[in-house]
């Protein structure tokens, strides 16, 4: 089955290999006319498959040449529905394959179906065009110039291609962003601008965030896993405290650190504590709706006012910059999963080692 699984208005079956015409043509009821296996290439037909009434369905047999007619068949995205046409399939010698068997017969190699795969699962239109690319062979081309190449310019290309990987390996996982800074600085506030809703609790009072509160975003067409964190402070409460400590743990692993300030209070102990243990944070200026207390630009803060969304695209656009600073080209092959990483980096070696034969083994069976 071409579509995921699960309910769905349409679900797109396939029949594929030697004899699928026939085996379809076994199982389908016309409501008129000939049979499916008299019909030319691409033309609907409608018909029932399965028991009793069955399902009805559209077929179309295509032949794209070089390989065996196949059929694809849509029948509606119930379950039921569903299980009535794999059954009569079954029953006319069909056997039940997995999405990942037919993209690998579909793709032509194993990495533009694991691309093909993935495109399913993409978060965001940006990742979906950067996967896309990866189906239509965009990896494959560049491995295959790799392939062909003297080695030191194998190893430039590779050495490209490793760089893009640290990208590639991010795009369905994402990346973290944290914000963090003393109490009452507006993080929560902040958060609900940047998603788009209310997700955290904003309140006056401080040490109000306790746990780590998460929203799902997109940055520049990059997702993101934005995180509101506990106000850094030497806190007595012990429940406070326990959130403090989360939020320093989360802060350690996250891709970036947004540091708030409130641009409308003097700059205390608390805030340069917060600048001083995250050097490479991206600063934030919040409140710009108040009177400034200090001059934002003087440390490269990014000023915005969460409570009316001024400068909040700016800030998008800031953040997606420091998480992405060089977007691959459109077209350009993004290695898109950790052994693909490891795996150039091991022929980057042997072609560095002078076992060139041994490297351009390797790509050539990549390619298959």
């Not at 004899?19 to 409608?46: I, K, N, Q, Y």
């Not at 290309?157 to 914000?179: C, F, M």
């Not at 609790?201 to 896993?225: C, K, N, Q, S, Y």
């Not at 340069?272 to 944070?281: E, I, Q, S």
């Amino acid at each position: 089955m071409l579509t995921a699984p699960g309910r769905g208005a349409i679900a797109v079956i396939r029949v594929w290999g030697p004899g699928a015409v026939a085996m379809a043509d076994s199982a389908f009821r016309p409501v008129r006319g000939r049979r499916l296996a008299e019909t030319p290439p691409g033309r609907l037909r409608v018909g029932r498959i399965g028991a009793g009434l069955g399902d009805e369905v559209v077929a179309v047999v295509i032949d794209e040449g070089g390989r065996p007619p196949e059929v694809e068949i849509q029948c509606h995205g119930g379950p039921a529905a569903i299980a009535l046409v794999v059954e009569a399939l079954g029953a006319a010698g069909a056997k039940t394959r997995s999405q990942r068997a037919w993209a690998r017969h579909s793709a032509g190699s194993s990495l533009r179906a694991e691309a093909s795969l993935a495109l399913g699962s993409a978060p965001t239109v940006r990742v979906a065009e950067v996967m896309l690319d990866q189906a239509e062979g965009a990896l494959d081309d560049e491995i295959r110039r790799a392939l062909d190449a003297i080695p030191d310019e194998a190893i430039f290309l590779l050495d490209g291609l490793i760089e893009r990987a640290r990208l590639g390996t991010r795009l369905t996982a994402g990346w973290r962003v944290v914000l963090a800074g003393r109490p009452n600085v507006g993080k929560s506030r902040l958060l609900n601008a940047l998603a788009g809703y209310d997700r955290a609790i904003v309140a006056p009072t401080p040490g109000t965030t306790r746990d780590v509160v998460t929203v799902l975003a997109a940055f520049g067409g990059w997702p993101v896993e934005l995180a509101d964190t506990a106000g850094l402070r030497a806190a007595l409460d012990p429940i406070e405290a326990e959130g403090v400590a989360l939020a320093r743990a989360r802060q350690r692993g996250a891709d970036l650190v947004l540091v708030v300030l409130d641009r409308s209070e003097p700059l205390d102990d608390l805030d340069r504590a917060v600048l001083a243990d995250h050097p490479g944070a991206l600063v934030v200026a919040n409140k710009l709706d108040l009177p400034a207390a200090w001059d934002d630009r003087e440390i490269g803060a990014i000023a915005v006012s969460a409570e009316r969304g001024d400068g909040i695209d700016a800030l998008v656009e800031a953040v997606a910059a420091r998480l992405v600073p060089e977007p691959p080209p459109p077209g350009s092959g993004v290695p898109s999963r950790p052994i693909h990483a490891r795996r150039l980096g091991l022929i980057r070696e042997w072609l560095r080692l002078g076992r060139v034969d041994r490297a351009r083994t390797s790509l050539d069976r990549w390619l298959r």
